[in-house]
């Protein structure tokens, strides 16, 4: 024993020495970080200044994973820092995040990944509350869900784009992992499941096998569902296992998705654009003309250029015509001259084309 501490003492006094280390370049780089903030205010004037830079983010994070050496994991290093970074960015100037509430959801889990736990993030009832929310400036950023990987696009946040005028600033994505929880010993017998329909989708071929017959109701989130489950016997929920923990609830079954690699992006909304980081993707709305070969005309100029598209989504235009909106994804920042050249392309034959944002690519 004596011989395994003589071992181990060597090592605990490089570790504090390390430590200390760490301390002090963390407060020195917390002092750079106050400096930036004062010079941005002092050279802002009557101008909106913006502190929070995600395409600055995404330039520190990609610099020091290519440079990681390890053990640590390119995805652990990343969290570290997010948190050093959403640290640094507090002392600058403290940042609330609206997102689609209650506490306990996916899109909390996305909100805090972005901006780390120093961010205040606020629980939204409903999408169109977050959108609210940050074009009054309640709130500097909103944080939304738009895309499952198994379920498909959310049309409410889609809708939501047609009407606002704010910009995509990030975008987040989350393996999504469900679980089924109830109150008390999870012994009583379930009459209802609650969840986001979504969720229940997500679910359907697990919850047909396991529990036939038991009623399914739609909430207006898993945060939700969860509160639910926590007040009403003989109830369950679909939500993350953070929402067990917040409500108090046993986890009786995990990882109950139908597809093992199911995942969930989120959108960050806010009334900045952003610059390029380097790997960027660019969102767009189009509406055309109710006629013949209007998609076709709207993506050619993307084919001549060579723009790789991400996604294409169409929604009714809401003008009572039959006319329809086109949500196009595509790699690149608007910025890039091909990327302007494809954008006066399309809107020779579009009659609207809106930059929703260019952002980074998400991360780990």
């Given at each position: 024993m004596s011989g395994d501490n003589e071992k181990l003492q060597p090592l605990r006094e490089r570790i504090d020495e390390i430590d200390q280390m760490l301390v002090d370049l963390l407060n020195e780089r917390a002092q750079c970080a106050i400096d930036v903030g004062q010079i941005k205010q002092e050279s802002a004037g009557d101008e909106t200044t913006?502190?929070?830079?995600?395409?600055?983010?995404?330039?520190?994070?990609?610099?020091?994973?290519?440079?990681?050496?390890?053990?640590?994991?390119?995805?652990d290093l990343a969290r570290l820092f997010r948190e050093i970074l959403s640290c640094c960015l507090n002392l600058e100037e403290p940042v609330t995040v609206g997102y689609l509430g209650p506490a306990g959801t996916y899109t909390q889990a996305a909100a805090v990944k972005q901006f780390g736990q120093f961010a205040r993030t606020?629980?939204?009832?409903?999408?169109?509350?977050?959108?609210?929310?940050?074009?009054?400036?309640?709130?500097?950023?909103?944080?939304?869900?738009?895309?499952?990987?198994?379920?498909?696009?959310?049309?409410?946040?889609?809708?939501?784009f047609i009407a606002s005028r704010l910009n995509v600033c990030g975008e987040v994505e989350l393996p999504i992992h469900q679980c089924l929880m109830v109150q008390g010993d999870g012994t009583q017998k379930i009459d209802v499941i609650y969840s986001h329909a979504q969720s229940l989708a997500q679910c359907r071929v697990w919850l047909d096998h396991q529990y036939p017959g038991v009623t399914r109701e739609v909430a207006p989130?898993?945060?939700?569902?969860?509160?639910?489950?926590?007040?009403?016997?003989?109830?369950?929920?679909i939500a993350g296992e953070a929402a067990a923990d917040l409500y108090g609830l046993r986890v009786i079954h995990r990882n109950i998705e139908d597809h093992p690699d199911n995942k969930t992006r989120f959108l960050v909304i806010g009334r900045q654009?952003?610059?390029?980081?380097?790997?960027?993707?660019?969102?767009?709305?189009?509406?055309?003309?109710?006629?013949p070969g209007a998609l076709f005309n709207v993506l050619q100029p993307f084919q001549e250029h060579g723009i790789s598209l991400t996604r294409i989504e169409t929604r009714p235009a809401k003008s009572g015509d039959?006319?329809?909106?086109?949500?196009?994804?595509?790699?690149?920042?608007?910025?890039?001259?091909?990327?302007?050249?494809?954008?006066?392309?399309v809107r020779v034959v579009?009659?609207?084309?809106?930059?929703?944002?260019?952002?980074?690519?998400?991360?780990?």
């Open positions: 913006f502190f929070y830079r995600p395409e600055r983010v995404a330039q520190i994070l990609n610099k020091l994973q290519a440079r990681n050496k390890g053990p640590l994991p390119d995805e606020i629980p939204m009832p409903d999408i169109d509350e977050v959108f609210r929310e940050v074009e009054s400036g309640a709130v500097q950023y909103g944080v939304v869900p738009v895309e499952n990987s198994t379920e498909g696009m959310v049309n409410r946040t889609l809708d939501c989130s898993n945060g939700e569902a969860a509160k639910r489950a926590a007040a009403e016997p003989n109830v369950a929920a654009k952003v610059g390029a980081s380097g790997n960027d993707k660019t969102s767009i709305l189009v509406s055309t003309r109710n006629e039959w006319s329809y909106v086109f949500f196009i994804d595509f790699d690149g920042h608007w910025q890039d001259e091909r990327i302007q050249r494809v954008l006066d392309d579009a009659n609207e084309v809106r930059n929703l944002g260019s952002y980074p690519r998400a991360q780990l």
